[in-house]
Structures are given as C-alpha cells and as structure tokens.
C-alpha cells in the first residue's frame, strides 16, 4: 500500500512515520523542493517535491496513493494571520483538489481541538466552531474545506487535542522547562482542567483511521482517557524532576499583560517566547472532551494515561 505523509519531518509526522515503516507501509514523503537538501534524514527516501500552497508543484509528481496523510500545517511560532491561512486553508484546499484528481483511495486530514474553543461543558464532535484566535480559526476553516470534499473523496478527519510526547519541543515541552527553572505560576486557582492526547494514543488512533471503512466521512476528538487538572499536572511534573511544586497564583488578567511583554521581546529577539497569550488563556480555561464516538467507531482505546505520557516524555528529554 502506498502512502503519503505531509508534515512527515514534523513532530507527529515523525511518529506516524515510524509506525507506518513497523506496519510495512511503502511510505512517500511530501516535501519542498528547497528543504530536501538540508534534511540528512530524507536521503534514499521516496521524495514527492512539492508544496501545498503552490498547486502547480503538487501536480507535478503527485499520483494516486492509496493514502495520503495531511499533517503539513503551519503551528507554535507567533505568526501573522494571513500566514496560518495559506498554509491551513489554501494549502489544505490544494492538496485536496489534486487528491480528488489523482483518486487518492483514502485522506486522512488533521484538524486540531481549538476548532471548537474552550468551554465549561465537555466538547464532543456536535459542537460548534467557536476558534479563539487565528492559528484555531485557520484550522476551522480548512476543516470546513475538507468537509466540502467529501463527496469526491473518502475523508478521514481527527481533531487531536494538545499533542505531547518525545521529541516535542513546543506545547509540553515549555511547561516542563518553566517548572524546572522555577519560573512557572498558576494562573488562577489551578482546579481547571486540561485534556491531553499523548503522541503513541494518537498513532494508535492515526492507523484505526486508515483501516476502518467505517470511518470515512466522519470527525474524530482523538485525547487521552481522562483530562487532568492543571494543578495536578503542575505537581506531576515537579515531582518528575525533582523541583518543589510551584505555589505562586496569579489573576489571568495580569498573566495576559506579562505574555504580552514576553511576545514583544521575543519579537525584538527573534526567539520563541517561553509564554504567549494565547498560552495563557489555554492554561487557565478549561478544556475536556468526549472520544466516545472514537471509541464507538474506530474502535480507539487510549493504551496511556496522561500522567503515564508524561513520566515516559521527561525520560527521554532532557532540561538545560
């Protein structure tokens, strides 16, 4: 079976990829013509160049695979808002209409949860889209686009929550570090909750995607069991590193300004910023979500914990 992945050099392309080559997949890389020099890790693979916002140089090489996976996306720095919106909906529109063109067997797209914001209730796939600022409106958007699609094309869609796991760098990544450097305060009390999707939960869930007939047409939440309060997280992790838990509260309204200073320097700096607002407002709202209808369908059982991907992720990283 022949299989695309975009976003394979990404951190969950990277995983997927991994899997895929374990399971005997024959497995193609989607990459820009300009990256696949500077990427040691690509030689003696099977190379598509292309780029999804330039359809002309999908068109090129693309044939009909048996499964394209969509992970490509534009995430984690601060951006302007126009740039999430190529990649996100134009490009995911591109990669879809050469799909369509080319009668790819099966597009598994990856959408993301912030499509439906935060909320006090626990979100489910009924839920309507209410994005909070312009990487989940992007996203938002290019899930609509898929969904325009699947008509001419059997479309998978998984909406994972907060990915973390080895070789992440960005989401868990700087809690960890913030902690461990003692710069880490809650924002609020604390009793909020979080749901997290552990990187090995969702590759189990990528491949349940492939081989489920069942699953086309649908939209997945793919998270963990259960989530997590942040004071509960904070205190796993402290524990974890040998650090004391972090005590110190404060407002959301103040943490918003301090974000707000940070992603100025960072600006200045050209670095990424340890926090951000939108940072902020993640970890003081609540986030939960429903995968019954995974579960259901797809037949999905999260094999990890939360907690449990949070031991194994500190195991193989390590905080300078």
């Given at each position: 079976m022949d299989v695309l992945v975009t976003g394979a050099t990404g951190f969950i392309g990277k995983h997927l990829v991994e899997r895929l080559k374990k399971e005997n997949y024959r497995i193609y890389y989607l990459i820009r013509k300009k990256s696949v020099g500077r990427i040691k890790e690509l030689c003696n693979l099977n190379i598509i160049s292309g780029d999804i916002t330039d359809k002309k140089s999908l068109r090129k090489n693309f044939k009909s695979f048996d499964v394209v996976f969509h992970l490509a996306g534009a995430f984690?720095?601060?951006?302007?808002r126009e740039d999430y919106f190529k990649v996100n909906v134009l490009g995911v529109k591109n990669i879809l209409e050469v799909s369509a063109e080319?009668?790819?067997?099966?597009?598994?797209?990856?959408?993301?949860?912030?499509?439906?914001?935060?909320?006090?209730?626990?979100?489910?796939?009924?839920?309507?889209?209410?994005?909070?600022?312009?990487?989940?409106?992007?996203?938002?958007?290019?899930?609509?686009?898929?969904?325009?699609?699947?008509?001419?094309?059997?479309?998978?869609?998984?909406?994972p929550a907060v990915v973390?796991?080895?070789?992440?760098?960005?989401?868990?990544?700087?809690?960890?570090?913030?902690?461990k450097e003692g710069k880490f305060v809650f924002i609020g009390n604390g009793e909020n909750k979080l749901h997290f999707v552990y990187i090995k939960n969702l590759?189990?869930?990528?491949?349940?995607?492939?081989?489920?007939?069942?699953?086309?047409?649908?939209?997945?939440?793919?998270?963990?069991?259960?989530?997590?309060?942040v004071k509960e997280l904070v205190e796993v992790i402290a524990n974890e590193l040998?650090?004391?838990?972090?005590?110190?509260?404060?407002?959301?309204?103040?943490?918003?300004?301090?974000?707000?200073?940070?992603?100025?320097?960072?600006?200045?700096?050209?670095?990424?910023?340890?926090?951000?607002r939108d940072g902020v407002k993640f970890?003081?709202?609540?986030?939960e979500y429903n995968i019954s209808k995974a579960k259901r369908i797809l037949g999905y059982r999260p094999k990890y914990t939360t907690v449990e991907g949070i031991k194994e992720t500190l195991s193989t990283i390590e905080l300078y």
């Open positions: 984690g720095k601060l951006m302007r080319k009668n790819v067997g099966k597009f598994i797209h990856y959408s993301a949860c912030g499509v439906y914001g935060c909320s006090e209730k626990v979100i489910d796939e009924s839920f309507p889209y209410n994005p909070t600022n312009a990487y989940e409106e992007s996203k938002a958007e290019g899930e609509k686009i898929a969904i325009s699609f699947m008509n001419k094309l059997p479309i998978v869609i998984l909406q973390f796991g080895p070789g992440d760098n960005y989401n868990i990544f700087k809690l960890f570090k913030g902690i590759i189990d869930a990528s491949i349940l995607a492939l081989k489920n007939k069942k699953a086309i047409g649908e939209r997945f939440l793919i998270a963990d069991e259960k989530p997590i309060k040998n650090v004391k838990t972090p005590k110190l509260k404060i407002p959301k309204e103040i943490a918003l300004l301090i974000a707000f200073m940070i992603e100025l320097k960072s600006k200045l700096l050209k670095d990424n910023p340890l926090i951000t970890l003081s709202s609540n986030h």
